[in-house]
């Protein structure tokens, strides 16, 4: 049986952020809003993957609140997001990007 949430016994592939070790991570896309409640915590995490030598693309939206992209799809910013996400799928898959 799983450990209950918020619990240290958490297993770090439910909760990578909470685990010591983070270089065997798989390279990471983290996208966040500066008004996100999350902001510090995944500014954080981002920091510590690159410390331990995970690449990391880090995208930081001004003006975006937690969810932006689901509360507001067709807003520049969810688009413009959107368009990371996929090129950033794209480059690790070695793919071509989605026309949009």
């Known amino acids: 049986m799983p450990a209950p949430a918020g619990t240290d016994d958490v297993c770090p592939y439910a909760a990578p952020a909470r685990a010591a070790d983070l270089g ?35 995208h930081l939206y001004p003006g975006a ?7 507001a799809p067709g807003s520049r910013l969810a688009v413009t997001f959107h368009r990371a996400w996929s090129d950033y799928l794209a480059r690790q898959f070695h793919t071509a990007p989605v026309p949009t």
Do not use: K, M, N
């Not at 999350?38 to 954080?44: A, S, V």
């Not at 609140?65 to 509360?71: N, V």
């Open 24 to 58: 065997s991570l798989p390279p990471t896309f983290i996208t966040v809003g500066d008004l996100d409640c999350f902001r510090d915590e995944d500014l954080d995490y981002a920091t510590r993957l690159r410390a331990q030598g995970v690449p990391v693309g880090l």
């Open 65 to 71: 609140y937690h969810a932006f992209d689901l509360i």
